[in-house]
C-alpha cells in the first residue's frame, strides 16, 4: 500500500500535543536511555518500538479497567490499549527529532464482520538514513500476533482481509485522531470501551 502524509512538512511530524507530552520528564529520560543504547537512527527506532510493544501491556490483554491516553501516562502506568501506546511511541521518537505520525485500520472487532468493526491505530516514522517512511505496531505480541520492526516487508499486527471489508487507512496524520482520543477520555472502563465504546471508522 502506497501511505501519503497528511502534511508535506516533517516539522509537523515533530509537534508536542497534549496526548504526545514528549517534554515530560519520564519521556525525556527513557528516550535518553535508549538513545545512548544504540549506534545509529534505525537503532533508536527499533528499539524504542520494542520498548512499547514488548514493556507496556496492551489493556484488553490483561483484562484492565484502566484506560490511559496520554504518553506519559502510559508509561506510568505501563499499559494502554493501541491508541494510547501509538501515543508513547510517537513521543519518544520526536523527544529525539524523528519525524512520526499516526496511522489506521478498519478491522473486525472479532474474527468475522458480524461482530462489527473497530478502529486500530499504529504508527509511521520517518527514518533520514534511508528516506523513508515504515509503519510499526506497538500494539503488543500475543498467540495470533506477531509484530515485528522492518525496513523492507511490513510485519504488522493484523494484516487486513477484504473479503471481511477490513481496510487499511492510507494517510500518515500529523495527531492522533479525535475520535480515538475521545473514546480514551469520554470512557471510564477499559474493557466495556474495548467492546462497546471504540470508533468503527475515521
Not at 134 to 140: N, V
Amino acid at each position: 500500500m502506497e501511505l501519503t502524509c497528511e502534511s508535506s512538512n516533517l516539522d509537523d511530524y515533530l509537534e508536542e500535543t497534549e496526548e504526545v507530552d514528549y517534554g515530560h520528564f519520564s519521556i525525556k529520560d527513557l528516550t535518553v536511555e535508549l538513545y545512548s543504547q544504540s549506534l545509529h537512527e534505525i537503532e533508536f527506532v527499533k528499539s524504542a518500538f520494542e520498548f512499547v510493544r514488548d514493556n507496556i501491556s496492551h489493556s484488553w490483554d490483561i483484562q484492565s479497567s484502566r484506560i490511559t491516553c496520554r504518553a506519559s501516562e502510559v508509561l506510568f502506568f505501563q499499559e494502554g490499549i493501541c491508541y494510547a501506546k501509538s501515543n508513547l511511541l510517537c513521543a519518544l521518537l520526536r523527544c529525539q527529532g524523528i519525524p512520526i505520525g499516526f496511522c489506521y485500520q478498519r478491522l473486525t472487532l472479532g474474527d468475522t464482520p458480524d461482530t462489527g468493526f473497530v478502529i486500530h491505530a499504529l504508527n509511521a516514522v520517518y527514518l533520514r538514513s534511508i528516506g523513508k517512511w515504515i509503519r510499526l505496531d506497538a500494539r503488543g505480541n500475543k498467540d495470533g500476533v506477531d509484530a515485528q520492526f522492518s525496513l523492507e516487508e511490513e510485519k504488522l499486527a493484523f494484516p487486513i482481509r477484504e473479503v471481511y471489508d477490513e481496510m487499511d487507512y492510507p494517510v500518515i496524520y500529523t495527531r492522533p485522531n479525535i475520535k480515538t482520543t475521545t473514546a480514551l477520555l469520554q470512557n471510564s472502563d477499559c474493557t466495556s470501551m474495548y467492546l462497546y465504546g471504540l470508533p468503527s471508522e475515521l
